[in-house]
T-cell receptor, first 110, second 113 residues
Framework: RKEVEQDPGPFNVPEGATVAFNCTYS??????FFWYRQDCRKEPKLLMS???SGNEDGRFTAQLNRASQYISLLIRDSKLSDSATYLC???????????FGTGTRLQVTL | DVKVTQSSRYLVKRTGEKVFLECVQD?????MFWYRQDPGLGLRLIYF???????EKGDIPEGYSVSREKKERFSLILESASTNQTSMYLC????????????FGEGSWLTVV
């Protein structure tokens, strides 16, 4: 089993739709979680950190479920500019290790 | 804003050549990383460094070496480039601590012919 798993997609959604991605992780000792966005041929950039209580930033909501070992990202009212690959990142403190998922591709269409 | 700079953005090298990829960060971060990213494989860690002159192998260190003589600079070296090292290489830096995010450079696109 991979340490961090994501559905590669693509998720094709119309503008205005709500879309959700999940990311599962295998190490129960993982401490910190992040969502990154990566545009085609560009570097990944931080979208948001994921807190235990869940957090929201505008149209984006991130949640953590420690019991089931997954994090989620919800995007409401999708925009064309949201089209990108979304990477899940997990930090495991015991090994000081950051592990990246392979990403979920989102394509928002008119 | 954190700035991670990769000086070489696009390179074409011949098989067997020695290749240097340079990375500089301006935020006094302890940790620096080199990844490569290939379609379908995601980001794979080549080497990382916790401090000056310290280095640790990542998941795919074979064929690579690194140098960290100064805190702000982390170099990736391909001793003898091969065609299977054609990839996008991403440098990153991060402050110590569990909650700190990682910041990436813009990437270096290397083609080995």
């Amino acid at each position: 089993r991979k340490e961090v798993e994501q559905d590669p997609g693509p998720f094709n959604v119309p503008e205005g739709a709500t879309v959700a991605f999940n990311c599962t992780y295998s190490n129960s000792a993982s401490q910190s979680f992040f969502w990154y966005r990566q545009d085609c041929r560009k570097e990944p950039k931080l979208l948001m950190s994921v807190y235990s209580s869940g957090n929201e930033d505008g149209r984006f909501t991130a949640q953590l479920n420690r019991a089931s070992q997954y994090i989620s990202l919800l995007i409401r009212d999708s925009k064309l500019s949201d089209s990108a690959t979304y990477l899940c990142v997990v930090f495991t403190g015991t090994a000081s290790k950051l592990t990246f998922g392979t990403g979920t591709r989102l394509q928002v269409t008119l | 804003d954190v700035k991670v700079t990769q000086s070489s953005r696009y390179l074409v090298k011949r098989t067997g050549e020695k290749v240097f990829l340079e990375c500089v960060q301006d935020m006094d971060h302890e940790n620096m990383f080199w990844y490569r990213q290939d379609p379908g494989l995601g980001l794979r860690l080549i080497y990382f460094s916790y401090d000056v002159k310290m280095k640790e192998k990542g998941d795919i260190p074979e064929g690579y070496s690194v140098s960290r003589e100064k805190k702000e600079r982390f170099s990736l070296i391909l001793e003898s480039a091969s065609t299977n090292q054609t990839s996008m290489y991403l440098c990153a830096s991060r402050a110590g601590g569990s909650g700190n995010t990682i910041y990436f450079g813009e990437g270096s696109w290397l083609t080995v012919v």
